[in-house]
């Protein structure tokens, strides 16, 4: 599985774009981030996206926005999920350690580990753990999703730590093409391993 995060910021014709992207690839799935944005903000633009995509998207705030939509799920940051009031109808979360996440990730479908690498689009932020899944069992990998630095140059080095999965932010939205890097990310997480993009 190959997960794409919305910009934080909001992206000249960004429903437009999204919308080409996900009619263009079946096989990624969308997370939308919007952490500065209120929820008129963030219903404009789910609204503006083809409801035959809705299935694909994942929020990380706006949770209510989820009653509205037939959405896939609710993202939990690490914070929320740490909360009292944290929801249930959540399908994945973050973890920035490896021992949180054996112990607490077979509650979500999925789960960010992360960063994995140095982010490209937070500048200074830089691993503290060392993400090597090759001792972990199958159950685990499976739903463990690389985050943080992911680009073309580190597919590679992703399926060597072990990770089936990945999200993709900056390698996207920082080209001067968002389309044409994703589709090439899609690509060659493909033909690196038949886990990726599956």
């Not at 429903?15 to 992207?21: K, S």
């Not at 929020?59 to 249930?88: F, M, N, T, W």
């Not at 996440?101 to 789960?111: H, P, Q, R």
Request: overall charge negative; aromatic content about 8%; charged content about 20%.
């Amino acid at each position: 599985m190959l997960i794409l995060l919305t910009s934080p910021e909001n992206v000249p014709n960004e429903a437009a774009l999204l919308n080409h992207m996900l009619g263009a690839d079946p096989y990624f799935g969308l997370h939308i981030r919007k952490p500065d944005s209120d929820p008129n903000t963030v219903e404009k633009l789910l609204s503006a996206i083809d409801p035959v995509h809705h299935h694909r998207i994942v929020l990380h705030q706006h949770y209510e926005l989820l009653k509205r939509y037939d959405l896939k799920g609710i993202h939990l940051p690490e914070a929320v999920r740490k909360s009292h009031d944290a929801p249930e109808s959540a399908v994945s979360t973050s973890f920035h350690s490896l021992p949180e996440a054996l112990e607490d990730g077979k509650s979500f479908a999925y789960f960010f580990c992360s960063p994995v690498f140095p982010s490209i689009s937070k500048e200074g932020l830089s691993p503290t753990e060392q993400w090597d899944l090759t001792t972990t069992d199958n159950a685990f990998r499976n739903k463990a999703v690389a985050l943080g630095g992911v680009d073309l140059n580190r597919v590679e080095a992703l399926h060597q730590l072990g990770f089936h999965h990945a999200a993709v932010l900056g390698a996207v939205w920082q080209s001067p093409h968002p389309e044409q890097a994703l589709a090439v990310l899609c690509a060659a997480f493909r033909s690196q391993d038949s886990y990726f993009c599956a």
